[in-house]
């Protein structure tokens, strides 16, 4: 028997950040955020040899440990442990033996969310094969304990519930970890016209989001009010976005879009560099009407709104800056698991 399961990565149109604790503790936070077809996948294979193995597909990287009810985390595996080991001490299982394969198809640190749908894949893989008693809530929540608590991993909420519902979601955070998916659904040519218009472009640089975040958190809890202003914005951008999204006013998107960006700067000094700024003006300067970086900021993925038939121009121009457009599509499933 084989346990298999994919997650799909995500792109933040409105509101990024204001999942973040304890910014979405204080005042509330929103996001509108939808998932891609790009996904990360994970195999799980039964053993019976008392080992557990981790593998990530398409590298050298391989960790073979005797079986035990707790793993010591080690270095490029924290999310397999961190995934095992949660799940044997909150349904106080016996140790384990299998082999447990991941593979991604983006680069990690590239904005995605590919660190949490990693691990909601991996913890997918367990749950279909142990038949835990989870909901999507369930696992979209006990993703983010692990990573945020277990791991001790600097980041928001967003993520791990976009991967295991999947579609367009307008997200609500509140105090005690509460979450709200609100699944938008938009009308066939909405969805078509926004994939039309809509170009990702990957700045072939990745970064790690956790300084980024602790910058962030510090400016909260500093009371920077300059910083937490541009959250508030942030916050009614996705309800704008929402608003647009939901009566088809599509020739807004760009605008809003624009608006989250000039405001997602105000939050962290690292957000954005002189490289993020030219592909940023070299893509509005060639039709673009708004976009922004996708994730916590630094490089990554970026994605723009090209209104009417600029997009081929748009791509023609920030290509030559040095990174590659990536094609996508959106998807409408989340979470997804199997047996064979």
């Not at 198809?105 to 749950?127: C, D, N």
């Not at 009417?308 to 023609?316: D, F, I, P, R």
Request: glycine letters at 10%; aromatic letters at 10%.
């Amino acid at each position: 028997m084989i346990i298999r399961s994919k997650a799909p990565l995500r792109i933040g149109l409105a509101g990024g950040g204001t999942d973040v604790s304890p910014y979405s503790d204080l005042y509330g936070g929103a996001i509108l955020n939808a998932t891609i077809d790009l996904y990360a996948y994970a195999t799980l294979e039964p053993l019976n040899n008392n080992c557990i193995e981790f593998v990530i597909d398409g590298t050298e990287q391989t960790l073979k440990l005797n079986s035990s009810k707790e793993l010591e985390l080690v270095s490029g595996f924290e999310l397999f442990t961190g995934v095992y080991n949660r799940v044997v001490k909150q349904f106080n299982l016996s140790a384990l033996s299998f082999r447990l394969t991941s593979y991604i198809e983006a680069p990690q640190g590239s904005g995605l969310g590919t660190s949490s749908t990693i691990v909601v894949s991996l913890l997918g893989a367990f749950v279909e094969w142990l038949k835990l008693p989870l909901g999507k809530y369930d696992i979209a929540h006990l993703a983010y304990e692990i990573e945020r608590i277990d791991l001790k991993m600097a980041g928001g909420k967003q993520d791990q519930y976009a991967a295991t519902f999947g579609g367009i979601n307008f997200l609500e955070f509140f105090e005690n970890d509460k979450v709200i998916v609100n699944p938008l659904q938009l009308k066939n040519e909405i969805l078509f016209e926004l994939e039309t218009c809509l170009l990702l472009y990957f700045t072939a640089t990745q970064r790690l989001s956790a300084s980024i975040i602790t910058e962030q958190v510090k400016n909260v809890n500093e009371k920077n009010e300059k910083s937490i202003d541009a959250m508030h914005n942030l916050k009614e951008q996705a309800l704008q976005m929402k608003d647009a999204l939901l009566r088809g006013e599509l020739n807004k998107i760009g605008e809003i879009l624009h608006f989250g960006w000039q405001n997602k700067k105000q939050m962290a000094n690292s957000i954005s560099n002189t490289n993020i700024d030219l592909i940023y003006t070299t893509a509005l300067n060639n039709g673009a009407s708004g976009g922004k970086i996708s994730g916590a900021g630094g490089g990554g993925f970026m994605f723009f709104y090209c209104p009417m038939v600029t997009k081929l121009k748009v791509a023609k121009a920030i290509q030559n800056l040095g990174g590659n457009v990536q094609s996508f599509k959106f998807t409408q499933h989340g979470l997804t698991t199997w047996r064979i």
